[in-house]
């Protein structure tokens, strides 16, 4: 026997659980917030996604698919410079948006540090072909740059999640990015 359908859409309501993951943080979101946002009972939660923590892995995956779909798109940028500003300017806005919630869950959720560590070698990558292309200073050091820049866009994310409107934000990227040393 198969049991009765599910009477709400699993895309929606994982939608609906990232945003509460974002909102709140891991450790504050209970499993009554997360029936209440994603418009689901409990035993449908638990049916359908099993419990808070496979509920955390499956949404913090998507967020972070998504995260590194922007990241891609600025990485081909045809310089390393042009990425970098591209990914920071977006970067700011992305956590103003008052669509969402402010600020990154990637950055700030401290069960995510893998997923920071991962954001960082794409950076390094992107930042060593820079190197090898020249359009950045042979000084420069992939690992630590994209572990600046890493720190920059935390910094961001509190910045947002603190109030700080989208000029202000936008003012950190431009500061960043005058960091960047120039070939």
Sequence with gaps: MAGRPRSFDRDEALAAAVEQFWRTGYDQTSIAMLTQAMGVTPPSLYAAFGDKDHLFDEASTRYFERTCEAVDAAAAQPTARAA????????????????????????????????????????????????????????????????????????????????????????????????????
């Design 84 to 183: 970098i500003a591209r990914m920071l300017d977006d970067t700011a806005r992305a956590h103003t948006d008052t669509r969402t919630p402010l600020g990154c869950l990637m950055l700030t959720e401290p069960r995510l540090a893998p997923q920071r560590e991962a954001l960082r070698d794409r950076l390094a990558r992107r930042i060593a072909r820079g190197v090898a292309e020249g359009d950045l200073p042979s000084s420069v050091r992939p690992d630590e740059l994209a572990a600046f820049l890493v720190a920059v866009m935390r910094g961001m994310s509190g910045c947002a999640r603190d109030g700080g409107t989208t000029a202000e934000v936008l003012a950190i990227a431009d500061t960043a990015l005058a960091a960047v040393p120039r070939p």
